[in-house]
């Protein structure tokens, strides 16, 4: 067992305005399951990039050393030829091909330059075993659900004679019991000398399944805990990752006036026409003036989807029920533009997908959403606008050179906090943050959450969409919690706990009472 | 002389940076030079000359406002194959109508309506229907062809005769008076054009300065004073010896001079360009996308009309082939003048230059008698050069 399949030595990686990984090191044994934790933007993914050569030799400092030799990976086809597989967290599958045209993908099974395609299914169906997956291997991918595609991605890695499986966060969009099956899917495989580095954020898995647990903080490494020698606990993950109590990451709020319920979603549906089924169920939620709102719940609890509804992006959505009173007024948003009259602003989750003109700069993005205000006879007050934007600037600390600069060139902090600015300039009463500190580092995190403080202070209202288990906890003033599309629970901030949380969002209660 | 040492240094160096942001505008003037000095030596100096200027100006006319026409809809990211056909099919309603004996302002208005009606329908079709904007306007081409057909059918080649109308491509500005025997107007013109721009440069340095933005230095800043005087001043002097300015020129001035404000000075600018950079976010920042869609392609419709008008105006005549081939010279000079491919980027005061050394190298070509299957061939060859220059020069930008 103490046998090094793997050892990744000093290696550091930059990206422009960011260092990604600063000397580190990391060592794996033949045949264990070892974690990778850390916070977000820690570090976890860019790594194992390297590793499997998605990010070529050359392009970062330090060395790669597998079964004792020093690789030079050039593409993740080289790190594939000696027996390394990613699994990422978006599957890398195509929807329209069936399970055994996806597992030898790539690598087809030929005959005489031709596909054979009864091998194909032979070999299919072995795998398929292997994974412990009874499916038709020509059942096509878009018709199995997210636990059983990811079983056929190890399948996949499994055909092409994986000896070390790599697995970014595979428990995060699944339920307990899809979950639980893959840990034991895993143990099995280890059983089979096959190497397993896993990233996750559920720490309770964690500390049920790993042999090494290695902890990454900012780009370093801070500790690798061995299981075997020493029990290791949540919490003391926990402190490793964060380095530092949870009143240093959170700012200290002055306690302020929490007013009336200004915004209430009462028995809220929602029907994808393009999924073709009901998404949100019956769902109520309100929210008081000054107060922040925290909307916990797994990948895919249905989160982002009811915000972009009652934000007035319907394309595809149909509210099947429901309403919503501002003020205690029923309104109803029919575009963006709408809600954004009424006072309302959605900052989205992904800032580069869908929430900033990455080409433009900081000026022109952060008054994009209320150009309304900056308008005499349809002209743009360009010099109104320079002194309104540099002005946000000052007071959120954007750091950029100027605000002629691209946003592109900024950081990730910054980046998101031209976004903030573009929504506090819409001068809203609602605002709604949908995972607003994803991918950016601690210190940035920090400021935003400032930011967040003194918002409410003024008197706006937040909702805050979050993932991340501790910054609910740390900055709500209560908490609703959803799975499936449903509200699971809600809670107030004093009495949740990550524990509490996570049993809503995995419906535990729910599925008690049915067995 | 330490001291001027290191000014000279800091002076070099902001060329170079200067130099390397823009290299991609640069290159378009330096091929245009690059044309000039090159038809001018092999066509032993007739390309230079007052009267081919004149001409090549007129020329570029219609391809020049079909091209600023074009820009708005390429930076959001669509592209329209049927302005040629709708030009040409436009061209000969208003040879139809004005041989039918209406009035000629009446003539310009209906055919710009026209023009606006068809850009409306190809908008809904795209944006309400979902039909993507290619599909569409390949469809619509097609459909154009025919009609223009139809519409020469009986009697071939339409003529016209209205000297009113011909002058819009043929005609110059009246001389009121003269001055040391060249055009007056247009020397006042130009007088005044060199002012508007030098007032306005220091205006805007001024402004920059103010906010503290980046601003050049001094030596540069007047360089490209006297730079952009005497352009204006050569150009005005050529035309004033030759016969003033072209109501073209006029045209096309306006024209730009007006999408460039509302690019720039507008909302709509701003959605236009924040919905080519990134549509969803666009859409999530309350930008009604499919109205500024709808919008974007009725402007190309009337600029597609404008252009028919124009060619119809410089031909004299209708013929049942105008039109072929124009879209490619305005989706070309959109692309020689750095628009981007993946759209977000562009402006329409670039586009014209472009459009212009699109008709350069078409007139320079002609002048020294190369045959038009060669032209062909060779604008393809420039045109995919002009476009892979174009994307390598972003993608260094991207990562830097």
């Known amino acids: 067992m103490s046998d090094i399949i793997l050892e990744m030595r000093n290696i550091s990686k930059s990206f422009p305005g960011v260092k990604a990984l600063k000397n580190v090191n990391f060592s794996v044994r033949r045949g264990e399951i070892h974690c990778l934790v850390g916070e977000n933007g820690a570090g976890k993914s860019t790594l194992m990039k390297v590793l499997s050569g998605i990010y070529k030799h050359g392009s970062y400092e330090g060395d790669i050393v597998y079964n004792g030799n020093v690789m030079e990976f050039r593409s993740i086809k080289d790190s594939e030829h000696q027996g390394i597989a990613i699994i990422n967290q978006e599957l890398a599958l195509i929807p329209e091909l069936t399970v055994a045209e996806n597992i030898f993908f790539g690598h087809e099974r030929m005959k005489n330059s031709l596909i054979d395609w009864n091998e194909t299914m032979v070999q299919a169906k072995e795998y398929l075993s292997k994974v412990r997956l009874d499916i038709n291997p020509r059942t096509k991918i878009r018709d199995l659900r997210v636990g059983k595609q990811q079983l056929v991605e190890i399948a996949k890695a499994l055909s092409k004679n994986a000896k070390l499986m790599i697995l970014d966060e595979p428990t995060s969009s699944l339920n307990e019991e899809d979950s639980a099956n893959l840990l034991q899917l895993l143990r099995e495989l280890k059983e089979q000398d096959v190497t397993i580095i896993m990233i996750s954020h559920r720490l309770m898995e964690v500390v049920a399944i790993a042999d090494t647990v290695t902890v990454l903080r900012d780009g370093s490494t801070i500790c690798s805990i061995n299981t075997d020698e020493r029990e290791i606990t949540e919490g003391e993950i926990i402190k490793h990752m964060v380095g530092r109590e949870m009143d240093h990451i959170y700012p200290k709020r002055e306690s302020h006036d929490i007013g009336d319920v200004c915004f209430e979603v009462k028995n809220w549906s929602v029907y994808d026409t393009k999924l073709g089924r009901e998404i949100i169920h019956d769902l109520n939620l309100e929210v008081r003036k000054g107060e922040i709102v925290g909307l916990a719940g797994l990948m895919g609890a249905g989160r982002t989807e009811f915000a972009l509804s009652i934000f007035g992006n319907t394309p595809g959505y149909q509210i099947t029920s429901g309403q919503i009173l501002m003020n205690g007024n029923p309104v109803r948003f029919k575009t963006p533009n709408d809600a954004i009259e009424a006072g309302v602003a959605y900052a989205t989750e992904d800032r580069k997908r869908n929430g900033l003109v990455m080409i433009q700069d900081v000026r022109f993005n952060t008054t994009f959403a209320n150009l309304k205000s900056l308008v005499s006879h349809h002209v743009i007050n360009q010099n109104e606008e320079i002194i309104q934007t540099e002005k946000l600037r000052k007071d959120i600390n954007i750091k950029t050179p100027s605000i002629q600069q691209t946003v592109m060139n900024l950081s990730g902090g910054n980046q998101q906090k031209v976004v903030l600015a573009k929504w506090i300039f819409a001068n809203p009463n609602l605002m709604i943050l949908d995972e607003p500190t994803r991918g950016i580092d601690v210190g940035a995190k920090y400021e935003i959450y400032t930011l967040m403080n003194e918002m409410v202070r003024q008197g706006m209202s937040i909702i805050m969409i979050s993932s991340e288990l501790l910054e609910i906890l740390g900055m709500s003033d209560r908490i609703f919690v959803m799975c499936e599309g449903k509200i699971t629970g809600e809670l107030q901030a004093g009495e949740a706990t990550e524990q509490s949380i996570m049993r809503l969002a995995t419906n535990m209660e729910d599925k008690g009472s049915h067995e | ?400």
């Open chain 2, 1 to 400: 002389m330490n001291e001027t040492g290191v000014k000279n240094n800091g002076l070099g160096r902001e060329i170079v940076t200067l130099l390397r942001k823009n290299v991609r505008n640069y290159a378009m003037y330096i091929a245009l030079a690059v044309i000039f000095i090159v038809f001018q030596l092999i066509s032993k100096g007739s390309f230079l000359t007052a009267r081919n200027i004149t001409n090549l100006i007129n020329q570029t006319g219609y391809i020049a406002v079909m091209a600023v026409g074009m820009t708005l809809v390429l930076i959001i990211c669509q592209i329209d194959l049927s302005v040629g056909y709708v030009a040409g099919f436009l061209g000969a309603c208003a040879a139809r109508l004005m041989l039918v004996g209406l009035p000629i302002w009446l003539v310009i208005v209906l055919v710009l309506f026209f023009g606006a009606a068809i850009g409306f329908l190809q908008g809904m079709i795209i944006g309400k229907l979902g039909v993507p904007a290619f599909v569409t306007t390949l469809a619509c081409e097609f459909a154009f062809r025919g009609l223009l057909t139809l519409i020469t059918e009986s009697t071939g080649t339409i003529p016209v005769t209205n000297e009113a109308f011909t002058a819009l491509s043929n005609g110059f500005l009246p001389a009121v008076v003269t001055i040391g025997g060249m055009h007056g107007l247009t020397l006042i013109i130009g007088a005044l054009a060199i002012l508007i721009v030098i007032a306005s440069r220091i205006r805007k340095r001024k402004e920059l300065k103010q906010y503290e933005f980046e601003t050049v230095s001094l030596p540069i800043f007047i360089a490209q004073l006297v730079f952009f005087a005497a352009l204006i001043g050569v150009l005005t002097y050529v035309l004033a010896a030759y016969n003033g300015l072209s109501w073209t020129i006029l045209i096309v001035v306006l024209v730009t001079g007006a999408y460039s404000f509302v690019m720039n000075r507008t909302r709509i600018g701003r959605y236009v360009y924040g919905m080519g950079g990134n549509l969803e976010a666009a859409s999530l920042s309350g930008v009604n996308v499919k109205k500024v869609l709808v919008g974007t392609f009725v402007s190309m419709g009337v600029m597609a009309a404008l252009g028919g008008i124009l060619y119809t105006a410089r031909l004299s005549s209708a013929t049942p082939t105008a039109g072929n081939g124009f879209e490619l010279d305005a989706i070309a000079s959109g692309y020689i003048a750095g628009v981007s491919t993946t759209g977000g980027i562009g402006s329409v005061i670039n586009s014209v230059v472009g459009a212009f050394v699109i008709m350069s190298l078409t007139n320079g070509l002609n002048l020294i008698g190369v045959g038009v299957s060669y032209q062909y061939v060779i604008k393809g060859v420039i045109f995919i050069a002009a476009v892979a220059l174009d994307v390598r020069s972003r993608g260094k930008k991207a990562i830097g």
